[in-house]
């Protein structure tokens, strides 16, 4: 099978190659085009996944292109990992909303729709290209902000595109960890959408642990969630919410932490990776050696402002794995091989929360087999999460439109309706801070 990785420059990259590596069945990936608009990235990315590969018998064959059409042509599946705009892009995003007193975080909030009015033109345009040339393909979703840009997609690919994400499948994991549970033999009851979801059942052998978890103040207060969150916010909400929503819960703590942060994180990761594509290309450089040590570093000082406003001190080194390589490969076999499983994903709703449309994107546990990705029913969100759920789930459809229209009203109408955007002159102010440093939003006239 041909698998093309669309950001095949992107620093995560060689995640998803290691997981390929492990994987010796039938009807496997064989061959790996990676595709960047920055030949030099590839090739860094390219030493360091040709170091991977050594002494692997029958590794995954690894091509690299800057032309999109020569990637995606005769593909099985197309992983999606695009940064439109690069990391000074994201910066840039967090820059603009703290200079308004907002947050700029790269999914939640203003920065979340700066950089999906960048990426859904991009994301659209690929997602016609796939109809086009590999109408057969499954399109696997990284892409941030990941549900919106999934549903984007999804109105050109249907349910042949899938959006994925590794923050529910964490939580879930850490959740079983606590209470003693293998993850694998754990049912994991949540919903939402993307960055914006609850656990609120965990079911080992058919019985729900998630009452005994929240009924024990130390095991509730001994994971990341718990000491993000607080104990006592966790038990009044009857579930454990994604971490993300520390950024709604705590909007101000979190705001005022990254103004006084020495550099946000996308300036952070910005200098963080030119430093390593610098490293990787120098002569003799042991390339996975120096990515490695990045990763780590990388993966220690994640929401770390969050953190530390909550007190919670460092992260876990069980939580510093990732995740996202794993749920991509268990959703590609399940697909190709018609090995059936479940996992937490993005795709249409087709009725699955009854507040939202059928076409509307969101996270769910799904059954997946040779025919996608089905949604599993749920119950009703309570009063609280609905609320929250639809009126985010109208920002990102004020951001389609505005996308589609090319409409600067509209743009300013989807900043004015987040909950996070407190006042409708800050969200003229975030439009023209955004257009006038990002030439990926000259399109909004």
Same mark, same amino acid.
């Not at 997981?19 to 590839?42: C, K, M, P, Q, S």
């Given at each position: 099978?041909?698998?093309?990785?669309?950001? *095949?420059? %992107?620093?995560?990259?060689?995640?998803?190659?290691?997981?390929?590596?492990?994987?010796? +069945?039938?009807?496997?990936?064989?061959?790996?085009?990676? =595709?960047?608009?920055?030949?030099?990235?590839?090739?860094?990315?390219?030493?360091?996944?040709?170091?991977?590969?050594?002494?692997?018998?029958?590794?995954?064959?690894?091509? +690299?292109?800057?032309?999109?059409?020569?990637?995606?042509?005769?593909?099985?599946?197309?992983?999606?990992?695009?940064?439109?705009? %690069?990391?000074?892009?994201?910066?840039?995003?967090?820059?603009?909303?703290?200079?308004? %007193?907002?947050?700029?975080?790269?999914?939640?909030?203003?920065?979340?729709?700066?950089?999906?009015?960048?990426?859904?033109?991009?994301?659209?345009?690929?997602?016609?290209?796939?109809?086009?040339?590999?109408?057969?393909?499954?399109?696997?979703?990284?892409?941030?902000? +990941?549900?919106?840009?999934?549903?984007?997609?999804?109105?050109?690919?249907?349910?042949?595109?899938?959006?994925i994400c590794d923050s529910p499948v964490g939580l879930g994991r850490r959740i079983a960890r606590v209470l003693g549970a293998d993850p694998n033999e754990a049912w994991i009851d949540y919903v939402g959408l993307n960055h914006l979801g609850w656990v609120r059942g965990l079911r080992i052998a058919g019985r729900d642990e998630l009452p005994r978890l929240l009924a024990?103040?130390?095991?509730?207060?001994?994971?990341?969630? *718990?000491?993000?969150?607080?104990?006592?916010?966790?038990?009044?909400? *009857?579930?454990?919410?994604?971490?993300?929503? =520390?950024?709604?819960?705590?909007?101000?703590?979190?705001?005022?932490?990254?103004?006084?942060?020495?550099?946000?994180?996308?300036?952070?990761?910005?200098?963080?990776?030119?430093?390593?594509?610098?490293?990787?290309?120098?002569?003799?450089?042991?390339?996975?050696?120096?990515?490695?040590?990045?990763?780590?570093?990388?993966?220690?000082?994640?929401?770390?402002?969050?953190?530390?406003?909550? *007190?919670?001190?460092?992260?876990?080194?069980?939580?510093?794995?990732?995740?996202?390589?794993?749920?991509?490969?268990?959703?590609?076999?399940?697909?190709?091989?018609?090995?059936?499983?479940?996992?937490?994903?993005?795709?249409?709703?087709?009725?699955?929360?009854?507040?939202?449309?059928?076409?509307?994107?969101?996270?769910?546990?799904?059954?997946?087999?040779?025919? %996608?990705? &089905?949604?599993?029913?749920?119950?009703?969100?309570?009063? =609280?999460?609905?609320?929250?759920?639809?009126?985010?789930?109208?920002?990102?459809?004020?951001?389609?439109?505005?996308?589609?229209?090319?409409?600067?009203?509209?743009?300013?109408?989807?900043?004015?309706? &987040?909950?996070?955007?407190?006042s409708v002159n800050v969200a003229r102010r975030l439009v023209e801070g955004y257009t006038s440093v990002h030439p990926g939003l000259a399109y909004l006239k």
């Amino acid at each position: 099978m041909k698998l093309t990785i669309l950001g *095949g420059g %992107g620093f995560r990259v060689p995640l998803v190659y290691g997981a390929l590596l492990t994987d010796r +069945a039938e009807g496997r990936v064989t061959e790996v085009v990676l =595709h960047d608009l920055d030949a030099g990235r590839l090739s860094a990315v390219g030493r360091v996944l040709a170091e991977q590969a050594a002494g692997v018998p029958d590794a995954p064959t690894v091509t +690299a292109t800057t032309d999109l059409d020569e990637a995606l042509r005769g593909a099985d599946f197309v992983f999606s990992a695009i940064r439109v705009g %690069g990391l000074e892009g994201r910066a840039a995003d967090e820059r603009v909303a703290l200079d308004e %007193g907002v947050l700029g975080q790269e999914t939640v909030g203003a920065g979340g729709i700066a950089y999906g009015l960048r990426t859904v033109p991009v994301a659209v345009d690929i997602a016609r290209r796939v109809a086009r040339l590999a109408p057969d393909a499954w399109v696997i979703n990284f892409t941030n902000p +990941a549900g919106l840009v999934t549903e984007a997609m999804s109105r050109h690919l249907g349910h042949r595109v899938i959006g994925i994400c590794d923050s529910p499948v964490g939580l879930g994991r850490r959740i079983a960890r606590v209470l003693g549970a293998d993850p694998n033999e754990a049912w994991i009851d949540y919903v939402g959408l993307n960055h914006l979801g609850w656990v609120r059942g965990l079911r080992i052998a058919g019985r729900d642990e998630l009452p005994r978890l929240l009924a024990d103040p130390d095991l509730l207060g001994s994971f990341e969630e *718990g000491k993000l969150f607080g104990v006592d916010w966790l038990r009044s909400l *009857g579930a454990i919410p994604n971490e993300y929503l =520390h950024y709604y819960y705590f909007n101000r703590e979190a705001v005022r932490a990254y103004q006084q942060a020495e550099k946000t994180r996308g300036a952070f990761l910005a200098d963080q990776q030119a430093r390593f594509y610098d490293e990787v290309g120098a002569p003799g450089a042991r390339a996975l050696e120096v990515w490695d040590r990045t990763r780590a570093e990388r993966e220690a000082t994640y929401m770390s402002e969050n953190r530390e406003t909550a *007190g919670a001190g460092e992260r876990d080194a069980d939580d510093l794995s990732g995740g996202y390589e794993k749920v991509a490969l268990a959703l590609m076999r399940a697909i190709a091989r018609d090995e059936r499983t479940t996992l937490i994903l993005n795709v249409r709703n087709q009725g699955t929360l009854s507040v939202l449309d059928r076409d509307a994107v969101i996270e769910v546990p799904c059954l997946v087999d040779a025919n %996608g990705a &089905h949604p599993v029913s749920v119950a009703p969100l309570p009063d =609280h999460a609905t609320g929250l759920v639809c009126s985010v789930k109208a920002v990102e459809r004020e951001v389609l439109a505005a996308a589609e229209s090319a409409s600067r009203t509209t743009a300013v109408k989807a900043f004015a309706l &987040h909950p996070l955007v407190d006042s409708v002159n800050v969200a003229r102010r975030l439009v023209e801070g955004y257009t006038s440093v990002h030439p990926g939003l000259a399109y909004l006239k």
